[in-house]
């Protein structure tokens, strides 16, 4: 496997992926950390969940989620599961520009 270098756009922080295409030494892809991403998208969901008459308690609930028919629950957790990976992954609503 390849590495190809990420950095975060908001804090600079870096970090490597691995990847089948062969990058250069000085190739590197924007991205954002973990905590930067959580910042980030945090709002926007918290909006999104007020609007649709949930509390917003995304990333806030930890194991003790009630709130069983939210349709983020299961982001929320897996949300947990990724943050020890390495890498996290844009979600559409953040990378399409969809009227909030
Ligand atoms: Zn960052």
Redesign the pocket.
Known sequence: MKKLRVK?M????EWEKETSVSWGPDDFTSS??H??FREVISPIIHKKQLREGNFDCFGKSGDDCDQIQCKYKEWCFHWEETEKGTEPELPTMYSTSSPM
């Open positions: 975060c908001k804090c600079g922080k954002l950390c905590p930067c």
